[in-house]
């Protein structure tokens, strides 16, 4: 099984950039998609990013599109989400985890511990 480690949140300003990192274990890891959510205090997960296998199809929510960018290394068992333009309401715990299935129809499964990003106005 493949183990997941966030790492890089933090306390931003509204406007400000953030790049969060999901670290995995496991000489499998290139063959999972992966996704980041967001959860926010009292809130439901929340789809943020996905990207594929190889890195070459991402998808996002609309909440997010043209602001945040996922992108992954799979040399490094690495995957980034890049937080552009970032809102008060972009604050939650972001979580990465792998999937599997039809892209974009992912079905996740592994979850990491997640990662506390928090945007002030």
């Known amino acids: 099984q493949v183990q997941l480690v966030e790492s890089g949140g933090g306390l931003v300003q509204a406007g400000g950039s953030l790049r969060v990192s999901c670290a995995a274990s496991?000489?499998?890891?290139?063959?999972?998609?992966v996704g980041w959510f967001g959860q926010a205090p009292g809130k439901e997960r929340e789809f943020a990013a996905s990207?594929?296998?190889?890195?070459?199809?991402?998808d996002y929510a609309d909440s997010v599109k043209g602001r945040f960018t996922i992108s992954r290394d799979n040399a490094k068992n690495l995957v980034y989400l890049q937080m552009n333009s970032l809102k008060p309401e972009d604050t939650a715990v972001y979580y990465c985890?792998?999937?599997?299935?039809?892209?974009?129809?992912?079905?996740?499964?592994?979850w990491g511990q997640g990662t506390q990003v928090t945007v002030s106005s």
């Open positions: 496991g000489r499998t890891f290139k063959n999972y998609a």
């Open positions: 990207v594929s296998w190889g890195g070459g199809s991402t």
């Open positions: 985890a792998t999937g599997v299935g039809n892209w974009p129809y992912i079905r996740y499964i592994n």
